[in-house]
């Protein structure tokens, strides 16, 4: 039962590299989502994709791209890293999509914790 | 536009003690949704409850309760007799259907630490 589930769990990179994290969940999710987190600042919502195909911009997106492969993953993109992007990252998926998501609660993936020299 | 607030930063306790996590939100939907999410020092967000905006009734789960009051739009949470294992980071989040339903706005989260 293995959920939402995050690779890689830690990763250091240099300024400029490049990165994708990757996101599969296993319960049929409509709605996927990524997430930074930041001390002091809570969870901060990067991209999100409300259904196969479909991507949104969320609170802080610049710097990052994403892709929805399928219906199970969602990848976030680093095309040039930055420290200012040292961070946690969290994925999430909920049931539903739109209005009928709206009363669902997310559920999380363990986390990437990501530092940028 | 929606938020939230959770003023407390950071709450210290000692064990038996009960606590209460406050949680303020503004929305202006009439129909939303509120959550609440714990964070351990493993890291992973554990999901706690929901609480639809017409229903008011308050909710207890084992040491676990819950106040929401429409009235103040607050949505706080009490952990009656506090234990080592309830040390964690606290999230109270809110979802409407504003922008269509998709997101989730969290708050900046309460750090509980209950000590011996």
Redesign the interface.
């Known amino acids: 039962n293995a959920g939402v589930t995050q690779t890689p769990k830690f990763q250091v990179l240099k300024t400029g590299q490049s990165m994708t994290l990757q996101c599969a969940q296993d319960m049929n999710h409509n709605s996927m989502y990524w997430y930074r987190q930041d001390p002091g600042m809570g969870l901060r919502l990067i991209y999100y994709s409300a259904s196969e195909g479909t991507t949104d911009k969320g609170e802080v997106p610049n710097g990052y791209n994403v892709s929805r492969l399928n219906k199970r993953e969602f990848s976030l993109r680093l095309e040039s890293a930055a420290p200012s992007q040292t961070s946690v990252y969290f994925c999430a998926s909920r049931f539903g999509t739109g209005r009928t998501s709206s009363n669902q609660p997310q559920h999380f993936g363990d986390g990437t914790r990501l530092s940028i020299l | 536009a929606q938020k939230v607030t959770q003023a407390q ?1 950071e709450i210290s306790v000692v064990e038996k003690e009960d606590v209460t996590l406050d949680c303020v939100y503004e929305t202006r939907d009439t ?3 509120l ?1 609440w ?1 714990k964070q351990p020092p493993s ?3 554990v ?1 706690l409850i ?1 609480r ?1 905006s017409f229903d008011e009734q308050n909710e207890i789960s084992g040491r676990y309760s819950w106040n929401f009051q429409k009235s103040t739009s607050s949505f706080n949470f009490t952990i009656t007799a506090s234990q080592v294992v309830d040390s964690a980071v606290y ?1 109270c989040a809110l ?3 504003t922008g ?5 706005t ?4 309460t750090q509980l630490k209950v000590e011996l």
């Open positions: 930063t129909t939303y949704y959550f999410y890291g992973e967000l999901f929901r639809n999230f979802s409407g259907l269509g339903g998709n997101k989730l969290f708050g900046t989260g």
